[in-house]
């Protein structure tokens, strides 16, 4: 795997305007319907009749669908950043990772080198209950050859989903036992979890890791909260660090699970200045212990709206770094081709009144490019770096003063991992390649892992610099050159937590890096 160097502060602003993209620009309500007026005058009539004539008229034949694509995403970077066309293909795939599951064989994989190999099943899922093991190779889906190719993600998912109950043969190359083999396996409901963890950061305090707001959310964020109060929670993190956001009732959910009876979540006003005001209700399973919410520049839409209302209604604390600012609401409207258009219905504003959306009157790329700019300008290194406009001030339900105008401003500010300049390690070091590093050391020799405890092999990953010595070469050979030494603990500890994830799952990853999370140890130190 090639690794090209990179400039990391606009890598880091190009995945949060993806992660945005496909989860900010989804705080819309969980309806369908709506749809386009189509009309025969004016401006309307003009785009109609353009397309009959290239289509009648034109010298060369012209695939007018594409021609219109491009109108629509025109006419929409006209309107704000979050207002967008989402093609057929893309809309198949974002609407399944808000959906909350799909049917499949139930694995995580890589494409490695030229195989499919498996990370790990799901456990109790089909490819676990039909035998499948980590670092199997998926050779073949019934005749359909997959190794080799070079196979377009659309093209190998399309092998291995399919109708619930329906079959697929697999040939397997087993490559501990060096043996191919044919499985039957019988696809079914696959889950895509949107609460990646549930775990106890102490005896009192439990831990939720929410990656997005899909239409599952928050039934899992129930499920995960009342596992923790069996575990003796009296305290609650919830960590919405990176959550680029989703389906705006989910968040309201949450927040309802939080908040006593009667009191604000969010307030939407529309074109025609129409206000709705949602409240939380009577029901609530956490409405008293102590609250944490961590944010952080990534942390938008969804997130903001829970963020916003914990924070508003002085339920808790808010820890971490300012929000991204996306205080838009989208609906859902399809274009009959299987495409559709989010398009921006109305502004929504937390319980103080504030709208904390930021200014895009400089574009789409300067709007998704801004995190650069906080990075230049040392915010997320320092506090009293954050620029805000201090006139837009509004009072949580106690007094305080909060801000609006640019983003939610924590209550406990955490700076970035690293030195100013130097942000390069740690973003690596939650990056994919950790990840594939490990991948590579387990296919090596997975026998040797065998049988071992979490502890076990974190203390065979970090006692010694065997795995940290190999890690700091396959940098080199990927062109990432990094001195990892002046972190070495850290590097350490991150590529245990990697292989306690591969070799055991989640919620003991979870466990372990949140040992050397600052942003807990924020927490935890009140």
């Not at 029901?283 to 709206?305: D, P, R």
């Not at 490990?438 to 090596?444: A, S, T």
């Amino acid at each position: 795997m090639k690794i090209k160097k990179i400039y990391v502060p606009i890598a880091l602003a190009t995945t949060l305007a993806i992660g945005v993209l496909l989860g900010g620009m989804l705080n819309y309500p969980e309806q369908k319907g709506g749809g386009f007026i189509t009309g025969t005058t004016g401006g309307k009539g003009k785009l109609n009749k353009l397309v009959d004539f290239i289509e009648s008229e034109y010298v060369d034949d012209v695939n007018t669908d594409s021609i219109v694509d491009i109108t629509v995403n025109s006419i929409l970077e006209k309107l704000d950043p979050h207002s967008v066309y989402i093609d057929k293909k893309e809309m198949e795939q974002v609407s399944q990772s808000m959906k909350g599951d799909f049917v499949g064989i139930g694995v995580n994989f890589y494409m490695y080198k030229d195989s499919v190999a498996v990370i790990k099943p799901l456990p109790g899922g089909p490819s676990d209950k039909a035998g499948i093991k980590p670092g199997d190779r998926i050779l073949y889906a019934n005749n359909y050859k997959l190794f080799g190719r070079k196979l377009p993600n659309d093209s190998l998912y399309s092998q291995l989903k399919g109708e619930e109950g329906s079959n697929v043969q697999l040939t397997i190359y087993r490559k501990s036992d060096r043996r191919k083999f044919k499985v039957n396996v019988t696809r079914d409901v696959v889950p895509i979890k949107s609460v990646d963890a549930a775990v106890m950061a102490n005896p009192q305090t439990g831990y939720i890791k929410i990656n997005r707001f899909a239409e599952t959310t928050a039934a899992e964020f129930r499920t995960a909260l009342a596992q923790l109060k069996k575990q003796g929670t009296k305290a609650l993190i919830i960590d919405l660090r990176d959550n680029g956001g989703g389906y705006m009732e989910q968040a309201v959910e949450i927040a309802d699970e939080l908040l006593p009876d009667g009191q604000v979540i969010v307030k939407t006003k529309n074109k025609k200045g129409r206000v709705d005001t949602t409240r939380a209700t009577e029901t609530g399973s956490f409405e008293t212990g102590k609250l944490y919410v961590l944010i952080n520049e990534n942390s938008a839409s969804a997130s903001e709206i829970l963020a916003g209302a914990i924070q508003d209604n002085d339920r808790g604390t808010l820890v971490g770094r300012r929000s991204f600012g996306k205080g838009l609401v989208q609906r859902e409207m399809p274009l009959g081709d299987g495409s559709a258009v989010r398009l921006t219905i109305a502004r929504y504003y937390t319980p103080s009144g504030r709208s904390i959306q930021r200014s895009y009157k400089e574009g789409g790329e300067a709007y998704f490019n801004d995190l650069e700019k906080r990075y230049e300008s040392g915010e997320l290194y320092a506090a009293d770096s954050i620029k805000i406009a201090d006139t837009l001030k509004f009072k949580t339900l106690k007094g305080r003063v909060v801000y609006g105008g640019g983003g939610i401003i924590p209550d406990a500010f955490v700076p970035l991992d690293g030195k100013h300049g130097n942000e390069a390690l740690a973003s690596v070091m939650q990056s994919g390649v950790v990840s594939y590093f490990v991948f590579e050391q387990l296919d090596k020799n997975r026998k040797e892992f065998a049988g071992l405890n979490q502890q076990q092999i974190a203390d065979k990953v970090t006692k010694g610099d065997l795995y940290f010595a190999a890690f700091n070469a396959y940098l080199g050979r990927n062109g990432l050159v990094l001195n990892l030494d002046k972190q070495k603990d850290m590097v350490k500890q991150y590529l245990a937590a990697e292989f306690v994830k591969q070799l055991i799952g989640e919620q003991a990853y979870y466990s372990m890096i949140l040992q050397h999370d600052s942003m807990i140890k924020e927490v935890l130190k009140k």
